[in-house]
């Protein structure tokens, strides 16, 4: 079975003999009462890499939200919030809602300039997970800074993945320092929150901004006073990655690179179509469920193992997960697989 499921887009997997030991894996307190020198260590490298002055960990997105969109109610005036963001998000944003704080969607920066008030919050995804689309960070930004609000954004999957100068030839840019590097926006009136479990390989999560705003985080959070900080094993995995990232992490997203032109010319060969881009989240195009379904089934039977994203309407897409990690001739077979049940759909 060919595996295309899992968003390790760097194939970085941190197996515990190559992680730095520890001497108990978690401390028995909370965050609120003290943290590891290695958990800032970590963070404040993490912060660097970013651009940021500063940045501090959790052990997820989830917690990440539950406590940043309860708080922001106290320094803004309404939350705006694009209308794609990852369904995390929008748990997080719940609890604002129960506080009493404006939640409004929008589409697009037009639409949001004609209705953003001073003093609120821009909230999105810098890369959309359904249409793999970079968020417009410059403008929102400017937004942001001009109306004294914030821009929230969520780099899950741009960090250790986009970075510095992109070009034709290096689409995904150096460094991996994350998508507002990749487009060039500015940090003020920014934070920046995501899971480090894509690219980077590590489940745990960070908020990174000016040294006020992540101090201000981590005096209101309640899950660092109510909930277990992140585990030692995951520090030492952040360690491993960022080194990683550091050492070899240019030449990790070139071979990504190569593995998904490999994967799109194997289905183009075969007749097969897939939306455009190079992002490591291959998709065909919008399918009716029922088609999407019985094409999913036939490419496990054939041994390659996809996964369904759910679309607008009643449509679905087929994602095909590439990662740095797969094997050449692997990823050739998976595409000549995929293209062929695709052309057979005339998709």
Not at 60 to 76: C, G, I, N, Q
Not at 79 to 89: G, R
Not at 158 to 169: E, H, I, Q, T
Not at 200 to 205: D, I, K, R
Request: a positive charge; hydrophobic letters at 45%.
């Amino acid at each position: 079975m060919i595996d295309l499921t899992r968003a390790l887009y760097l194939g970085l997997v941190h197996p515990h003999a190559q992680l730095a030991p520890w001497p108990m894996l978690t401390s028995g307190q909370p965050a609120a009462l003290g943290e590891p020198a290695s958990t800032r260590t970590h963070a404040r490298r993490l912060a660097r890499l970013m651009g940021f002055a500063s940045a501090t960990l959790a052990p997820s997105t989830l917690h990440v939200v539950t406590d940043l969109y309860a708080a922001l109610p106290a320094r803004v005036r309404a939350i705006h919030v694009h209308a794609c963001s990852y369904a995390i998000t929008q748990w997080g944003l719940e609890r604002a809602r129960l506080r009493g704080t404006a939640i409004r969607s929008f589409r697009s920066v037009r639409e949001l300039a004609a209705c953003l008030e001073p003093c609120a919050a821009i909230v999105c995804d810098a890369i959309c997970v359904t249409c793999r689309r970079v968020a417009p960070l410059v403008a929102l930004q400017q937004l942001a800074a001009r109306t004294n609000g914030w821009l929230v954004i969520d780099d899950s999957q741009g960090l250790g993945l986009l970075g510095a100068r992109p070009s034709r030839a290096l689409p995904y840019g150096r460094g991996g320092a994350g998508t507002l590097r990749w487009t060039g926006a500015a940090r003020d009136r920014v934070i920046a929150i995501g899971s480090c479990a894509k690219a980077l390989g590590v489940p745990l999560a960070f908020v990174a901004a000016s040294e006020p705003v992540v101090a201000w985080f981590e005096a209101t959070s309640g899950t660092r006073t109510y909930a277990s900080p992140c585990n030692a094993a995951s520090v030492a995995g952040l360690d491993a990655a960022l080194r990683h990232n550091e050492d070899r992490g240019d030449e990790l997203r070139a071979r990504l690179l190569d593995r998904i032109r490999r994967f799109r010319s194997a289905v183009a060969l075969r007749g097969g179509c897939l939306e455009p881009g190079t992002f490591p989240v291959q998709t065909t195009r919008p399918l009716p469920a029922c088609a999407a379904r019985a094409l999913h089934d036939r490419l496990r039977r054939r041994g390659v193992r996809a996964f369904r994203v759910r679309g607008d309407r009643g449509t679905s897409r087929i994602g095909f997960a590439v990662t740095a990690a797969h094997d050449a001739d692997a990823i050739d077979l998976a595409g000549a697989i995929a293209g062929d049940e695709l052309a057979r759909r005339r998709c």
